[in-house]
């Protein structure tokens, strides 16, 4: 009797063998608590402790990009005439960024994220270090005529942008790939950082241009000082407070660095990055145009494109008003999303931030049509416009949702593929930055054909495109991907 349940025993055990090996599924075990949450290593806590630090670095490095950015405009903007000049040089830095970003993002799966994480304000630093340079030497570059020393100081610009996209291209994959690590294996801690996350990238870029601005009306150039106190802040904590997340058992030392950029070929994520490009491109459209429509000189802008009250008319102050009510209420949104998250399935969340989009389209829609301009809104209107005004607020709360939730479900699918997260989470900054550019170029081909109908019209065929990718995976389940427990990791190669 003995020996039949000793066969038995050893013939489970060679079936679980063959199914964990079919499965390509690795199992480590964890004590659990009786309600059957984990229990966590004692080294996961010091880790979890860390994500703070990782948040409020990416949140001072968002700053002081902004800063420098702010700097060298109001520089370039006081001395050269041809805008071309001016961004080219600005603009330089997302060039890097978008290259670099999916590369560093497949090279940290291979050495770890610490590396890029250091490497990265420090390079940002020498780059500040190369631009306040070069300004000190040239205050007053003679710009009318093409000389040696004008092209040697635009080039020394150019190679400094540059660099500076270089070092956000690491910072953002590293970071993003260190908060999924740290984050495997809870659900609601994962939401938290990847919302964290968001919003210290939009709050630091909003905060820093009224400080940038600040900061070079009263120090000029040498404001670059703060940047690079900034940077070697941000190098600091990264030094002392940030250990290394990636596991070394899960460092990948052999294969092509492109490999990594074959991710996007997987089917999970190449049929979700159309839902998320699009609210990319959408929201860049209109951070980026709705400020330049409502700035319109009045005369032109009704001659242009009539009866438009979102058309011209307002002043820069007015409309820098309302665009920082805009950002701000995103803002608020992403902060109220995050408890209802990690309760909700991920498309859920996306739907209703998507309704959130098509009411403010509508709302916004009739506002435009009440009258020519600000100015001639007649007493009768102002009640009505004053409603569709407070109708639009809960469109931007709906609508904020999307990206947190958006971010989640990418982190998620690179628990799918757990050698190549860093690759993964580096078509962040890919699907951002290709967003918000051809959603600035082509939004603005449709404002010049309509105006503010035209930016709605762009907005409504990106959310279809957004909606249907959304049907798409939530009818296949591609969002009901857990988070990787710690419990187990499973390689997935779908």
């Known amino acids: 009797m003995a020996e039949m349940k000793e066969n038995i025993h050893t013939i489970m055990s060679v079936n679980n063998v063959k199914q964990t090996k079919n499965a390509r599924t690795l199992t480590v075990s964890r004590p659990e608590k009786p309600d059957g949450e984990q229990v966590i290593s004692t080294r996961e806590p010091l880790q979890r402790g860390s994500l703070s630090i990782a948040i409020i670095s990416a949140l001072l490095a968002r700053i002081a990009g902004r800063i420098s950015f702010v700097i060298m405009s109001f520089y370039l903007g006081e001395r050269f005439t041809s805008a071309t000049v001016v961004v080219l040089i600005l603009e330089s830095f997302y060039v890097t960024e978008l290259l670099l970003s999916p590369l560093v993002g497949s090279f940290s799966d291979r050495i770890g994220r610490r590396p890029f994480l250091l490497l990265a304000p420090l390079l940002a630093a020498m780059a500040t270090c190369g631009m306040l340079f070069a300004t000190q030497i040239f205050p007053r570059p003679n710009v009318h005529t093409i000389n040696p020393g004008l092209v040697i100081f635009l080039l020394i610009l150019l190679v400094e942008r540059l660099i500076e996209g270089v070092s956000s291209g690491m910072n953002v994959p590293a970071t993003l790939g260190y908060i999924t690590d740290v984050s495997k294996g809870s659900e609601r801690l994962r939401v938290r950082v990847m919302t964290a996350f968001e919003i210290v990238t939009v709050a630091g870029i909003t905060l820093a241009i009224p400080f940038g601005g600040k900061i070079s009306s009263s120090m000029g150039t040498k404001g670059f000082f703060v940047v690079i106190g900034i940077y070697l802040l941000v190098f600091l904590l990264a030094s002392v407070g940030l250990k290394e997340s990636l596991p070394q058992h899960e460092m990948q030392p052999h294969g092509s660095l492109l490999t990594g950029l074959t991710v996007i070929r997987h089917k999970r994520i190449f049929t979700f990055l159309p839902a998320w490009f699009s609210v990319n491109a959408l929201v860049g459209s209109w951070t980026t145009l709705i400020l330049i429509m409502l700035a319109y000189p009045s005369p032109a802008a009704d001659i242009r494109h009539p009866h438009q009250l979102l058309y011209g008319g307002f002043s820069k102050m007015g409309a820098s008003l309302w665009v920082s009510i805009f950002a701000l209420t995103f803002l608020l949104g992403m902060v109220l999303w995050v408890p209802l998250v990690a309760r909700l399935r991920r498309t859920t969340v996306m739907l209703i931030s998507l309704g959130g989009l098509a009411l403010m389209i509508i709302t916004l829609t009739f506002l435009n049509g009440l009258a020519e301009n600000p100015y001639s809104l007649s007493a009768s209107s102002r009640p009505l416009a004053q409603t569709l005004v407070l109708l639009v607020i809960p469109g931007i709360l709906l609508l904020s949702g999307f990206t947190p939730v ?3 479900q990418m ?34 081909f449709f404002v010049d054909l309509g105006g503010f109908y035209g930016l709605m019209t762009f907005s409504t065929i990106m959310g279809c495109i957004s909606l249907v990718s959304v049907l798409y995976i939530r009818n296949h389940k591609h969002d009901l991907i857990k988070v990787a427990s710690n419990k187990s990791a499973c390689i997935s190669q779908t």
């Open 406 to 408: 958006a971010l989640t």
């Open 411 to 444: 982190s998620a699918l690179a628990d799918t593929l757990p050698y190549q997260r860093g690759a993964v989470m580096g078509l962040y900054s890919v699907v951002l930055a290709v967003g918000q550019l051809l959603g600035s170029v082509v939004g603005g």
